[in-house]
């Protein structure tokens, strides 16, 4: 800051008593940039960074009439405002970059999803800054992707075999994988199974060629010979195999459910209670790492729903801190409770400062690195579980737990079982459980109310928590 002036710029003086000058004050030259008047250090084009961004965001949007069109002038400020200027000065740089935003200049009144995907180049930067600034509807773009992918990987395949699985693809896959999408968007895991089920029946069918046969003449001995001398992922065959049957493509074949063995590792009850206090106690860790952590432990909620929760599912009040998952309410303990509270306030606070473009917070309860400034995402379950492995918590649920499998109504009388529960099946008396695949019912078939113990609670590990212990009824294995 200038000591005559008070005004922040760059100091090139030194004052008879020693003061620290900016150019105008100190007879020198001034280095600030002439359009903000700002003391940022001069960029190019005699400008310092933001207003270079500025405009040549501008110059990038310019319509047939030299200006740029009123329908776009918020995508040219959302491109100014971004976080790093030099960032997007090098992303305007770009030959592909350009070319789209002046196509995009040139007929502004048929802007749409279609119009961006007929983009070349990399254009989901610029669809994440045209959804942010709600220019364009949100939309699924995992699914949106995953719909381009499966008409690719069909372009390369005889047109014997794309003639039988396109339609499992639109009417199967595509169509369920659409109304999934309503509910939630997809998650990688998600579309990494759908592609493998379109994968599958493309490679069984090439190996049927091989024998030679054809789906309408093979038999189950095939199908056993074909799981039999691959990897697990063959399984995926299932879907396709069952829907070729329906549709009398194919004989009465079978694909059995991909064998399902225990976990491979299962935390015992006292590492578990150890790497709980780390997440509480341990101010040495992120606090977001703590709170996902501590929910992980203590509720077997998985990454990919933690992933998914915003700060309204969070309430304080004072009988208590809730946590909102599905359709259940989460009594929270004491402690992790005000850990919880931190960071969604520390989360508002920051989104509200790094967000450039009003109605950009989506209201993430764990914030990722948008690939735009203006496009706060959820932080990824890949990247979360990469941090907590390098900080300490668990990555995965430390029992086979599915969210809903015996809530706890109130926390003092929930306790964590001493070992991994197994999940109760609607039939099952006297639980409210989740509902389970044929496949989950078939391994519990011999489960019977023995299973249902009751499990003390540790005193001085609730202690830790900020409540007291009760005994309460958990399923075990």
């Given amino acids: 800051m200038c000591a005559r002036c008070g005004q922040v710029r760059i100091l090139v003086a030194v004052g008879v008593a020693g003061e620290r000058l900016c150019g105008p004050c100190g007879d020198g030259p001034d280095y600030a940039c002439p359009r903000c008047d700002t003391g940022e ?102 699914l949106e992707r995953l719909t381009a992918w499966m008409s690719a990987v069909l372009r390369d395949r005889p047109a014997a075999h794309a003639a039988i699985v396109r339609p499992f693809i639109q009417w199967m896959i595509l169509r369920r994988a659409r109304q ?17 089920r379109v994968v599958q029946p493309l490679r069984f069918l090439a190996w049927l060629d091989t024998i030679p046969a054809t789906l309408a003449t093979a038999n189950q001995g095939h199908i056993e010979r074909w799981l039999r001398d691959g990897p697990s992922t063959r399984y995926a065959l299932r879907p396709f195999i069952t829907w070729a049957c329906d549709r009398g493509l194919a004989r009465d074949l079978d694909v059995p459910p991909l064998p399902v063995g225990d976990p491979k590792s299962r935390q015992a009850a006292e590492e578990q209670w150890r790497q709980l206090r780390v997440c509480i106690h341990d101010t040495a860790l992120p606090t977001d790492v703590r709170v996902a952590g501590g929910l992980l432990l203590l509720f077997g909620i998985r990454i990919t729903v933690l992933a998914r929760l915003r700060r309204d599912h969070v309430t304080a009040t004072p009988a208590g801190t809730h946590l909102t998952v599905a359709e259940h309410q989460l009594l929270i303990p004491p402690r992790l409770a005000r850990l919880l509270v931190a960071v969604t306030d520390r989360t508002a606070t920051r989104t509200a400062r790094t967000a450039r473009v009003d109605g950009a917070d989506d209201g993430w309860l764990f914030p990722g690195c948008g690939r735009a400034a ?81 499990v003390a609670s540790r005193p001085h590990s609730w202690g830790d928590l900020g409540g007291h212990g009760r005994p309460h009824r958990r399923c075990t294995g």
């Fill in 374 to 454: 203006t496009s706060p995402r959820n932080i990824s379950p890949s990247g979360y579980a990469a941090t907590a492995s390098a900080s300490g918590p668990a990555a995965t649920p430390p029992w086979p737990n599915s969210l809903g499998t015996c809530p706890p109504r109130s926390w003092p009388t929930w306790s964590v079982s001493a070992s991994p529960p197994r999940c109760a099946g609607p039939g099952t008396p006297g639980v409210t459980g989740r509902r389970t695949s044929p496949r989950e019912r078939s391994k519990d078939r011999n489960a019977s109310m023995a299973d249902w113990t009751v």
């Fill in 41 to 142: 250090p001069i960029y190019a084009d005699g400008l310092c960074a933001r207003c270079t961004l500025r405009a040549r965001a501008a110059a990038a949007l310019v319509g047939p009439d030299g200006l740029v069109p009123a329908g776009l002038q918020p995508l040219a400020d959302a491109i100014a405002a971004g976080r790093n200027p030099t960032s997007g000065i090098t992303w305007l740089g770009k030959p592909a970059t350009t070319a789209a935003l002046r196509a995009l200049a040139a007929a502004p009144e048929r802007l749409t999803h279609e119009t961006v995907d007929q983009l070349n180049g990399n254009t989901r930067y610029l669809r994440d800054l045209l959804v942010a600034i709600k220019l364009l509807p949100p939309r699924d773009e995992e």
């Fill in 180 to 196: 999934r999408s309503r509910d939630q968007p997809l998650t990688r895991g998600a579309i990494d199974g759908l592609k493998s």
